[in-house]
């Protein structure tokens, strides 16, 4: 029975496609996210009819205060594989919290976090990017001093399986790896269009630039969960809507993303199913259309009558 | 030509050699501060791997390689438990905490009834000559040439300039603090036992304070953002007393004004160089125009 148990969690772990747009060739990107998956997981053959009906991400009553404020009281969500899903709400909702939970760089106070049948919300964030789930910033944090193909060369760190002495005696592998990652790193470039801008100093960026290249670092080591936090705060309109191109495409292909914006036109675009966090609760779950139709969604964006009238 | 050359180290022989010796203390510094990481330690790791040395070499009659080693490595086993608990700390806080260790160990030294107490040890046989310190630097300098476009080097960098973010890469910030830590204090350690069986004498207050921050101008003055910083500097600050010998003429006393001097030195760096030495080689006009570039390209950004 366990065994039965084991087989149908490595056919539900293999929810991504490779991301093969613009990378060099589909097998390495394959490899690549063979490489951030559970040992047990790797052997196993794709099947993606399966994967659509199952959640990939499941939070449940996570609760999270600062000091006597509760950003986060009892959030529960799921995300089916292969999904954009939408977190939406009025400022200080709790929607950064929530993605600072899942990535690891805050613990919840309670409740817990699963990825397939993985309970993540223990591990400290290097394990939790290691599972295949990497984020972006909502105040950009790249490495400011590097220049930007160094920044996803960063990104490509679980990638890399060079080691110290193989590099120390010039062991021919190190090199046919490095040429490889960095021909990956400047296809994802030019697939977030920062094509020949890999030499400047990231900071040298413009905002909108540094944004897509957090993203292009993000998706550097092939994750299966993507948490974009206001990728498109600073785009203008024609920006966001070809980041909302690129997310379709990633999506298309296998990734799921979980996507907290303002920007709510790009959200209606996007997104499959979208949450509505209000005061640190989950106050609506949806499809774009349902979610705007709701009475209490309406309310905690514009006020309720009584308060307005 | 090989004669001039042969001259020329018999007569700066000593400066040679402690100026390599205080190349690889300089390097030992750069593995942490390349990581981010302000520690003061290494001037104590020096300490435990020269009075490891000495006592290897006079009271156990071990041969001279194995001792060099054993003093690096008995310095690392120190720097586990130490980084474990202190590497949480950051910044200045990380300085202060490992000064502490550092006055803790020189005490212990001072102690140390069986070590000598205050006096240190006396006689201990010199058995360093210059090659093994220009070998042993020579490794080193190949390790941090390997190390820069490595996994970990660029783990290392992205540590220093975003802890949080490097996590969320996937690299093990903890683990990569405490290993530069560790080899910071093996550089040192084989560094300091080294030295020991350079000038027969181990005197526990060399591995105080005063050294430490020595240690840390080398790296500052040098620049620490390329591996060949820190020797520079090293190289630098310990050939001022010998610079300064040539100005006798004009009432410099070159015991007595070294510190005076490289305190000169240090501020001008700080001032006009801010990355150190290293950077005047890769100053050129154009670098200037594009620095402005960014700047404005920056505020036109806004925030």
């Known amino acids: ?309 | 030509m090989l004669g001039a050359l042969h001259a020329f180290y018999t007569q700066h022989s000593a400066l040679i050699q402690v100026g390599g010796i205080n190349a690889i203390l300089a390097i030992s510094l750069y593995f942490t501060l390349a990581t981010g990481l302000l520690s003061l330690a290494n001037a104590a790791f020096m300490g435990i791997g020269a009075y490891t040395g000495a006592l290897l070499t006079m009271r156990a009659h071990w041969p001279f390689p194995l001792v060099v080693l054993a003093g690096g490595v008995l310095a690392a086993t120190t720097a586990v438990p130490l980084g474990l608990p202190v590497l949480r700390l950051r910044g200045v806080f990380l300085a202060i905490a490992t000064i502490g260790f550092g006055e803790v160990v020189r005490i212990f030294f001072i102690n140390w009834s069986y070590a000598g107490g205050a006096l240190g040890i006396d006689g201990v046989p010199r058995k360093t000559t210059w090659w093994h310190i220009y070998l042993a630097l020579v490794l080193l300098l190949f390790i941090c040439w390997r190390l820069r476009r490595s996994r970990a080097g660029y783990a290392m960098e992205a540590i220093r300039q975003d802890e949080a973010a490097s996590a969320t890469m996937g690299i093990n910030v903890t683990a990569y603090k405490v290993a530069v830590f560790v080899a910071g204090a093996f550089i040192a350690g084989i560094a300091g036992s080294l030295q020991a069986h350079l000038r027969y004498i181990v005197d526990p207050n060399d591995y105080g304070f005063s050294t430490a921050v020595d240690i840390l101008v080398y790296a500052v003055v040098g620049g620490m953002n390329v591996f060949i910083g820190p020797v520079i500097g090293a190289a630098l600050i310990t050939a001022l007393p010998d610079i300064l010998r040539q100005f006798t003429s004009l009432g410099v006393q070159p015991g007595p004004d070294r510190a005076l001097a490289s305190g000169i030195v240090l501020l001008l760096v700080i001032l006009f160089l801010p990355e150190g030495l290293v950077s005047i080689a890769r100053f050129r006009p154009w670098r200037r125009r594009q620095t402005t570039a960014i700047a404005t390209q920056r505020a036109r950004a806004g925030p």
């Open chain 1, 1 to 309: 029975m366990a065994a039965a148990a084991n087989d149908r969690d490595r056919d539900a772990a293999r929810p991504c496609r490779p991301l093969s747009g613009a990378l060099p060739t589909p097998t390495l990107a394959a490899e690549g996210i063979a490489r951030t998956m559970m040992p047990s997981e790797r052997a196993s053959a794709p099947t993606p009819k399966e994967t659509a009906s199952r959640p990939l991400l499941v939070v449940e009553n996570v609760r999270k205060a600062f000091g006597g404020v509760h950003a986060v009281e009892s959030v529960s969500f799921q995300i089916e594989a292969g999904h954009v899903q939408g977190l939406i709400g009025p400022n200080g909702a709790g929607k950064t919290t929530v993605i600072n939970i899942i990535s690891g760089l805050l613990r919840a106070d309670g409740g817990t976090i699963h990825l397939l049948d993985r309970r993540i919300d223990q591990l400290p964030p290097h394990k939790i990017a290691a599972l295949g789930v990497r984020r972006t910033h909502q105040n950009i944090r790249l490495f400011a001093k590097m220049s930007v193909l160094d920044n996803v060369t960063v990104g490509q760190h679980l990638l890399r399986r060079e080691t110290l002495v193989e590099r120390l005696v010039f062991a021919p592998r190190g090199r046919a790896e490095s040429a490889r990652l960095h021909a990956e790193a400047e296809a994802l470039l030019a697939r977030v269009g920062l094509q020949g801008r890999a030499r400047v100093p990231a900071a040298a960026l413009s905002y909108g630039d540094q944004r897509r290249l957090e993203i292009a670092r993000a998706l550097a080591s092939h994750p299966r969960l993507l948490l974009l936090d206001e990728p498109a705060a600073g785009m203008n309109h024609t920006e966001a809507a070809a980041l909302g191109e690129l997310m379709r495409d990633l999506a298309a292909q296998g990734l799921t993303i979980l996507l907290v914006e303002h920007n709510v036109q790009l959200v209606m675009d996007v997104c499959d199913r979208v949450t509505v966090l209000n005061f640190g609760r989950v106050i609506a779950h949806g499809t774009p259309a349902e979610v705007t139709r709701d009475p209490e969604v309406i309310a905690a964006y514009l006020g309720t009558d009584e308060e307005t009238g």
